[in-house]
Structure formats: C-alpha cells, structure tokens
C-alpha cells in the first residue's frame, strides 16, 4: 500500500520567512491628479456607472481626474470561461492594457492610480514600479479619512 512522505519533496524556502503584513503608506488624494482604473466581468452590465460613482467619490475628497481605463473581461467568445480569473496575477489587467494605462499617466501626469477593482499588496508593488506611481484600491482611499 502507498504510504505519503511525512515530508513534502519540494525544496524549501532560500530566503527568510515572510514578514507579516506591513502597514500600507496613507494615501492622500486631496488636490492630486488621479487615473480610474476598473476591471469588470462581462457581466457587469452598469461598469460605467460604478466608475463614475468611484469618480464622484474621489472628486468629494478633493482629487482631480484626470483619466478614465476600463478592462472588460468576458466580451470575446474565447473570454466568456475565464471571466472569474485575472487577465494576469501580477498586474491584474491584460499586458497592452498595462501600457495604455501607462501611456495615459504619462501623457496626463497623474500623480496617483486608483483601481475600482480590489488589489493584492503583490500587484499594487508591480504596478507601483511599472507605472512609476503609486497604484491603490478604491476602498483604502475612501477608508484613509
């Protein structure tokens, strides 16, 4: 009869544990320049009045926006089985949509990204790096009164 190892077989970690949950930077969105970011299934048939929802609650919070993105997932026939997955894990949004969302910061000079979407603290560091500023939730800008 097949015993399981005790032991799993796969090598263990090189570099140190890692650390818990640091404390996210507080974000302030009072007079900057703001790209909205929204990332919606196929299914979601009033995507745009949840982004203009996520604008008018930035705007009340004294940010201006400057520039608007919006990744749906699902509208093709091949995306309709993989609409409940990432476009991808690091960044969230397709690798073109990345660079638009790129092009349109530097063309407007945004100073913040806000994802209507939630965000993993991994894909807000990748984000922060490719983007060249800082890329967060929503919900932590509306939480950081």
Do not use: N, W
Not at 19 to 32: F, N, Q
């Amino acid at each position: 009869m097949y015993r399981l190892r005790g032991r799993d077989r796969r090598p263990g970690r090189r570099e140190g544990p890692v650390p818990a949950g640091r404390p996210a930077a507080p974000v302030t969105v009072s007079g900057a320049r703001v790209v909205t970011v929204g990332y919606f299934s196929a299914k979601e048939k009033d995507h745009l009045a949840l982004m203009d929802a996520a604008d008018t609650a930035l705007t009340a919070r004294g940010a201006r926006i400057v520039g608007r993105i919006v990744q749906r997932r699902g509208v093709s026939a091949g995306g309709v089985g993989k609409t409940a997955l990432p476009y991808s894990s690091r960044t969230l949004l397709s690798s073109g949509k990345v660079r638009e969302l790129a092009e349109v910061c530097e063309a407007t000079g945004a100073d913040l990204v806000v994802f209507v979407a939630a965000l993993t603290e991994h894909q807000q560091r990748v984000l922060a790096e490719v983007l060249g500023r800082p890329a967060v939730r929503l919900s932590a800008v509306l939480t950081a009164v």
